[in-house]
Structures are given as C-alpha cells and as structure tokens.
C-alpha cells in the first residue's frame, strides 16, 4: 500500500470510529482558529474519519484490531497551557501498556525491512517513541532538540511559528551522508517541525524516508510542508459531531 502523501490517491491513514466521544483539536490550535474549524465551543466529538485508504485495507483483510485501542487512550485537555488551546495528550496512551506496545509495534512493522539506518525524534514526544522503534529496527536514534539543549557542536535549522519563529538543533556528525532517515512525532498539526527536520537531515545528506506520526490533524494541512515526503499516521482526526 502506498504511504501518505499529496500526491497519493488514497492517502494511508489508517483510521477508525471512536466508540466514545472524546474532543481532539491541534495541540497548538488557538482560539482564532476555531471559527475556521467551525466549532461551537471549545468541546467537540472525536471521530476518527474512515478514509479511502481504511476502504482499501477493509478489502486486504479488514481495519487492524489494535487501532480502536490506541484511538481511545489519547485525550484533550482544554485550555493548557493557555487559554484557548486543546492539548493533545498522549500520556494516557503510555499509561495503557498494550496500547503503547501496540503503538511501537505498528511502526516496527512497518519500518523493519525499508533499511531505515536512523530514526530521528522531535522534541519531545518524539523522544519516547523514537528510541524503542529504533531499538527494534536495529539503527540508530538520534535526537532533534530546541536551541541550547545539545552539549555538543550542532547544526540548526529555522522554522516558522504562527508568532515569530523557532530552531531545531542536532549534533554534528550524528546522522552521516547516506543514511535513510524516519522522522517521528506524535502528532503533524502545522507541519512545521517536521519541515524542519527534514531540511536539517537533508542539509547533512541523509535520505528521509518517511515521517511518521501517531495523530494527524488534516484540517491543518501539515503534510503539504513536508516536500512531497511521505506521511504515516495511526489516527485521523475528523472533524465530528460538535458538543455544546
């Protein structure tokens, strides 16, 4: 099956119907976004849209079992860290060990035989899912880090923020020219980030692979930063039923 980009037909995303409401906005979406999203409130239904691509792997065997799981430990909490924004918090996910095991061994699956030689982790929850899928895979992992938090000598790359802008920074001679590179978050809102990665690991001659991620916000229209590479995600979120 062909991996999530602009220009793929039947995007991947692998998605699902959650069983219970839960609300689920950008982790940085600011209140002056919501009209564009078209929310009543800051509380909405989570739903998980059932994509082209969950159409294509119902007619390979059927929607994988382990998705409904994931989907339902990842929740909002509204109003943090300012006003106005729906925190995405994957916490409550690591709290249910299979449904992280689960998380881990879908990426794992997916990236075992595609000769990944390093997975690289934004900062900071690409940090906790980075290392063990890297650990599985058999490469190295290599952190992407904010502006003054590597010991060493670092190459950075700039990115633009809704106010302003920010860095992204990793150690020099960590990823060598040729590597093939997964870049892994836990979730594309913006894009932002990712673009930047990508544009650090490029600069220094890696090949980027893919971009993985647990959730995408389509609404936001990240993947079209990202150069035309390639998007995996495990759930989808779609804008639902609107709770007052």
């Known amino acids: 099956m062909p991996p999530y980009s602009p220009s793929a037909s039947a995007p991947l995303v692998r998605s699902l119907r959650l069983p219970s409401p839960s ?3 950008p982790r940085t979406l600011p209140s002056s976004h919501l009209s ?35 989907a339902s430990t990842i929740r909002v909490i509204p109003d943090f860290p300012k006003p106005g924004i729906m925190f995405q918090d994957i916490t409550t996910l690591l709290l249910d060990h299979e449904a992280f ?5 879908m990426f794992v699956e997916r990236y075992r035989d595609k ?3 390093v997975v690289a982790g934004i900062e900071a ?9 890297a650990l599985a895979i058999g490469c190295k992992f290599v952190p992407m880090r904010k502006p003054k938090k590597l010991p060493g000598e670092v190459i950075s790359e700039e ?18 020219p040729g590597d093939r590179a997964l870049v892994i978050d836990d979730l594309i809102a913006t894009g932002g ?33 990202l150069g035309g590479k390639p998007l995996f995600v495990l759930v989808k979120a779609a804008e639902g039923e609107a709770v007052v």
């Open 23 to 25: 609300p689920l906005l």
């Open 36 to 70: 564009r999203l078209r929310l009543p409130s800051f509380r909405r239904r989570l739903l998980l849209s059932v994509s082209t691509a969950v159409r294509a792997m119902a007619s390979e065997g059927g929607e994988d079992h382990r998705l409904p799981r994931i």
């Open 101 to 105: 095991r689960d998380t881990i061994d």
């Open 115 to 117: 000769r990944i030689t």
């Open 125 to 133: 929850r690409g940090f906790i899912f980075g290392p063990p899928i």
């Open 159 to 176: 990115y633009s923020l809704e106010y302003g802008t920010d860095k992204m920074e990793m150690h020099v001679g960590a990823v060598q």
């Open 193 to 225: 980030t990712l673009s930047a990665a990508i544009r650090l690991l490029e600069r220094v001659g890696a090949e980027v692979v893919e971009c993985a991620c647990v959730i995408e916000l389509p609404e936001l229209q990240g993947y079209q930063r």
